[in-house]
């Protein structure tokens, strides 16, 4: 794994990920490896959702969302993964492939479902910026 891809930036990734990839490459991980232990879950609950306005840069809540999370071992290795929404299948399946990339077992593909999935979020971003870039007010030239 790189350095650059922590735990917990990992974690974020494969909470986003396509939900397909993650369950695809999970059962891979059990074929090598065999079935995790459930720790806890998967539990679909309400997590309390917060953001942060960016003129002022203060945190507020915006609501209240559903995900679904979930533990297991793996191996002697911990893996854990929370998702919005009630997919309890890919969500154990994200659990599953923390722990795996913990064990370094398909380190390397699990990196890469984790590229892919930030560089898709990164597009959607840059897509979504560019269909509001023109939306945008300036209001040096108003008086």
């Not at 990920?17 to 879950?41: H, N």
């Not at 953001?51 to 609501?63: N, Q, Y």
């Not at 290795?77 to 929370?82: C, L, N, Q, V």
């Not at 590229?115 to 008086?143: K, Q």
Request: proline share 4%.
């Amino acid at each position: 794994m790189t350095d650059t891809l922590t735990p917990e930036r990992r974690a974020g990734l494969l909470a986003r990920a396509v939900a397909e990839e993650v369950v695809d490459l999970a059962e891979r991980v059990v074929a090598l490896v065999g079935p995790p232990t459930i720790l806890a879950g998967p539990d679909v609950g309400m997590v309390m959702l917060q953001v942060r306005e960016p003129v002022a840069d203060e945190r507020f809540h915006l609501g209240e969302v559903v995900v679904t999370s979930a533990e297991v071992d793996l191996d002697g290795a911990r893996g854990w993964s929370m998702r919005m929404g009630r997919d309890r299948v890919a969500t154990l399946a994200a659990a599953v492939c923390d722990a795996a990339a913990e064990l370094m077992v398909l380190a390397d593909e699990i990196e890469a479902l984790c590229v892919r999935t930030a560089a898709g979020l990164a597009a959607a971003d840059h897509d979504e910026w560019t269909r509001l870039a023109p939306t945008a007010v300036s209001f040096e030239g108003m008086e």
